[in-house]
Each structure stands twice: as C-alpha cells, then as structure tokens.
C-alpha cells in the first residue's frame, strides 16, 4: 500500500473487502501520509472522538500499550465508535511493534453469520427494535478520558441493519459501545444484550484471527464485522496507527 495503486488493484481490493470483510497485508513501509492516502481512496477519514485532547493529527489514532498501561484499547468485542450518527464503514490499522513475548493478536467476527446463526423466531423479535450506542461507556467508563464539551456522541441504531452495498442482514449491538435496548424494562435489554454478546464471543465459527507482524496493515469492514484486541502481553509494548473511513449512509434496517 506504500505504492501507488492502480483504478484496477483499487477495484480489487474494494471487492475484496466487501467479500472477506477482513484484508491483512504484509510487508507494508508505510509513512502517516501514504497511510491516510490509501484510506481516502474510500472516503472521507474519520476523526476519533478522543483526538479532542490534542494529538499531532486528528485523522491519525494512535494505538499504543506498553509497562506502563492500565488498558489496552479495544480489549472488549466492539464494533469501532458506534456511539458516532456515522460509524466508521472500515478502519485500517498499521501495526510497526509487535511484542517481543508474541502475543497481541486481534480476534474478528463475523457479524453476517452471528445474525444467520440465531433462530427465526429470535431474528423476527429483533427485527425492528433500536439499540442507543454511548461513546461515554468506553471512553471514560473503560479509558478514564476527559469528555469533549457536551460529551461523547450518543446515538441509536437498529438492533438488526443492512449493509448497504451487499444487502446482507447484519447483528449490530457490541459489548463496547451498546447501552440498552430501547422500550424494553432493564432488565429484559440487559438479558437479551448479554445473551447476544455470549452468541458473539462463544461461537468460535465466527472468528479469525490476525497474527500481527512488524509493519502489517489490516483493513476491516466495521459494518458487518467486530474484534477484539487480545493483551495478553504485558509488559511488552506493542505500537500501531489507525485511520477510519466515514460511512456516507447511517446504519439503518
């Protein structure tokens, strides 16, 4: 990704995604500018709702853990900044430290087959129900971040959507951002959150894996996938940066 791409590689890759929702490319040598080149040939880049603290580039997230860490970011299945009105459609994380220990791999889902997965009766009960996603839950529930004036974005979205190029159904509520399903009683949503949440994390046939390896980029589709970034390597670092592309469209049924 570190070349220019021709319209036909470009018209591959986009297929590509949209097939295998998960695309690794290895070797990559990849500057922050090449890095945000290649993400805008697919839209326009997302600004991070953390980047508020001040960082040295707004459409750079920075993704590091080391000795010191009390967290590593994105250590929960998540779905990335559902909390926003327009999710990110795909982020591309560049990985350039791995640890020395190994370790640190991420876990995707796939979030086509989590809905083919469940009952028809439990796929009509879903169906037409809205969920709120709250940026406030991992940003300063897990990451004990200052919010922006005003706070972290807060959002509905349907429990069930379409993605919008494929026209696959989609499960779309994530342990990360996902707060409650609305116009049930408390207790109901947090039953039916978390029965979804074990289908998700204990259906091994939804998963892979990526193993990182120094200079890896990894492009996902967030709209029909979630991951989980496993720490299992402390106190060993591991260091990468992220761009995200904005969706044009809201995730609707």
């Known amino acids: 990704m570190s070349g220019d791409l021709s319209n036909e590689i470009f018209t591959e890759i986009y297929q590509a995604h949209l097939d295998y ?12 500018e090449q890095h945000k080149v290649f993400g805008r040939r697919f839209g326009r880049l997302h600004v991070h709702p953390t980047n508020h603290v001040g960082t ?19 250590d929960t299945w998540h779905t ?9 459609l795909g982020s591309m994380l560049y990985i350039t430290e791995t640890p020395e220990c190994g370790g640190g791999d991420t876990l995707y889902a796939d979030m086509y087959l989590a809905y083919e997965l469940l009952s028809d009766k439990m796929k009509q009960m879903l169906e037409g129900m809205t969920a709120v996603h709250d940026g406030g839950i991992p940003y300063v529930g897990l990451y004990n971040t200052v919010p922006p004036e005003g706070g972290y974005a807060r959002n509905e979205h349907p429990v069930i959507v379409t993605h919008p190029e494929t026209g696959k ?21 947090r039953a039916l959150l978390d029965m979804l949440y074990q ?9 892979c894996r990526v193993e990182w390896q120094p200079n890896t980029l990894t492009f996902w589709d967030n709209r029909c996938t979630q991951h989980h970034a496993i720490w299992d390597y402390h106190p060993y670092s591991r260091y990468g940066e992220r761009v995200s592309i904005v969706a044009d469209k809201r995730p609707s049924a």
Do not use: W
């Open 56 to 74: 040295r580039d707004d459409e750079i997230l920075v993704v590091k853990t080391s000795a010191k860490s009390t967290y590593t970011a994105g």
């Open 199 to 207: 289908h998700i994390a204990q259906t091994p046939s939804l998963t």
């Open 80 to 88: 990335d900044v559902t909390c926003d009105e327009y999710p990110p």
């Open 21 to 32: 929702m998960v695309l690794v490319f290895r070797d990559q040598h990849l500057d922050r």
């Open 169 to 189: 159904k989609v499960l779309y509520v994530n342990s990360g951002f996902t707060s409650h399903i609305k116009g049930l009683k408390p207790f109901e949503s």
